[in-house]
């Protein structure tokens, strides 16, 4: 009793004794005070928990997601590189081939033109008029 009066602010010097009935009700509210602000408290706390835990996960969601995009677009950087370097040695093969065909095209109508004689007209030959 003492510490309620002086929660509320008063400051007596002497405070009367209370009947076994009343003490045992101030006492019972005492007890269903303490166990809600308890519960109370400990809803809270666990609804503080929920939510960093929840907070938590989330995050270690988005970071492998983060990861996994990364590892994801180094693959494919590395993909279309293996591809330029092909596409480059393609088109090098490519060069070196058309520059080998004309060659030999170069050398067989020399041979061709060597082989064959020039047509010169021949006063034998039937011309169509």
Same mark, same amino acid.
């Given at each position: 009793?003492?510490?309620?009066? $002086?929660?509320?602010?008063?400051?007596?010097?002497?405070?009367?004794?209370?009947?076994?009935?009343?003490?045992?009700?101030?006492?019972?509210?005492?007890?269903?005070?303490?166990?809600?602000?308890?519960?109370?408290?400990?809803?809270?706390?666990?609804?503080?928990?929920?939510?960093? $835990?929840?907070?938590?996960?989330?995050?270690?969601?988005?970071?492998?997601?983060?990861?996994?995009?990364?590892?994801?677009?180094?693959?494919?950087?590395?993909?279309?590189?293996?591809?330029?370097?092909?596409?480059?040695? $393609?088109? $090098?093969?490519?060069?070196?081939?058309?520059?080998?065909?004309?060659?030999?095209?170069?050398?067989?109508?020399?041979?061709?033109?060597?082989?064959?004689?020039?047509?010169?007209?021949?006063?034998?030959?039937?011309?169509?008029?």
């Amino acid at each position: 009793m003492r510490t309620k009066m $002086s929660i509320m602010g008063f400051h007596a010097e002497a405070i009367k004794p209370l009947n076994e009935e009343a003490a045992a009700e101030l006492g019972a509210n005492l007890l269903g005070e303490a166990i809600i602000f308890a519960c109370a408290g400990s809803c809270l706390l666990l609804e503080f928990w929920r939510q960093q $835990s929840l907070k938590h996960r989330k995050e270690v969601e988005r970071t492998a997601s983060l990861q996994s995009l990364r590892a994801d677009m180094d693959r494919l950087e590395q993909a279309l590189d293996e591809l330029q370097v092909q596409a480059a040695l $393609s088109t $090098s093969a490519l060069d070196e081939l058309r520059a080998e065909f004309r060659t030999e095209l170069q050398e067989l109508r020399t041979h061709i033109s060597a082989r064959s004689p020039s047509p010169s007209p021949n006063p034998n030959t039937p011309q169509c008029s």
